[in-house]
């Protein structure tokens, strides 16, 4: 069965600060892995992909993918009160579903 | 542009009552699509996924049934809904094909079943 593990936290850090998210996964054939931010009551948002090996950067984000270690993270650079939300990592394995992680609640405090 | 809809946003129903939620996208054909659901405090749930019209996969078994009957419209159903169906439904598309897919998700619909 495919998993995907979050820790759940909160996850509190203060405005401006770098904001970690870590992400691991079971099928090592996956191919294809999904950060999603999801603030209470609306629907996941799509915010960053990530295929091969290695640093994506978008902005203040930086997806990170390391599949020897099945291992996936999400850096948010110069935290923001509007960045506290749920962050959901989701992961696909070459068939038609992604799998999700339960999420990591970020808290950024003023 | 390619969009995605999907209604309503809220719903209160008995126990008991039938179900009748609706998506519909835009701008592009024979989408992958799929249903979920999210419960309080709990991840993302996916109940069924479609390829195509008629073409439907059922990945939990319940009392909840989907069908696709156009193109471009996925609709989940129930006869009679009971309170474990609480939860928050979303329709979702994929767009692309492996690797390079994206899945992107409808504004969902917040059911309570009383």
């Known amino acids: 069965q495919k998993e995907v593990e979050q820790n759940s936290g909160p996850l509190s850090v203060p405005e401006g600060a770098i904001a970690s998210l870590n992400c691991t996964y079971s099928?090592?054939?996956?191919?294809?892995f999904f950060w999603y931010r999801q603030y209470s009551g609306k629907s996941p948002e799509l915010i960053m992909f990530?295929?091969?090996?290695g640093d994506k950067e978008d902005g203040r984000f930086t997806a990170q993918l390391n599949k020897a270690s099945q291992y996936v993270s999400l850096l948010i650079r110069d935290s923001q009160p509007s960045d506290s939300a749920t962050y959901l990592c989701a992961v696909g394995s070459g068939y038609s579903t992604l799998t999700f992680g339960k999420g990591t609640m970020l808290l950024v405090s003023p | 542009s390619q969009t995605i809809h999907q209604w309503p946003a809220t719903l209160v129903q008995p126990v008991g009552s039938p179900l009748s939620l609706e998506c519909t996208v835009e701008g592009t054909s024979n989408p992958n699509l799929y249903w979920y659901r999210q419960a309080a405090g709990r991840g993302l749930q996916l109940l069924f996924y479609s390829v195509g019209i008629g073409q439907i996969s059922s990945e939990v078994p319940q009392n909840l049934s989907a069908s696709r009957p156009q193109d471009r419209q996925f609709i989940l159903s129930s006869k009679k809904l009971l309170l474990s169906d609480s939860g928050f439904y979303l329709c979702?598309?994929?767009?692309?094909?492996?690797?390079?897919?994206?899945?992107?998700f409808g504004s969902g619909t917040q059911l309570s079943v009383l």
């Open positions: 979702a598309w994929r767009v692309g094909g492996q690797p390079n897919e994206k899945l992107f």
């Open positions: 990530i295929y091969s090996n």
């Open positions: 099928d090592r054939g996956s191919q294809s």
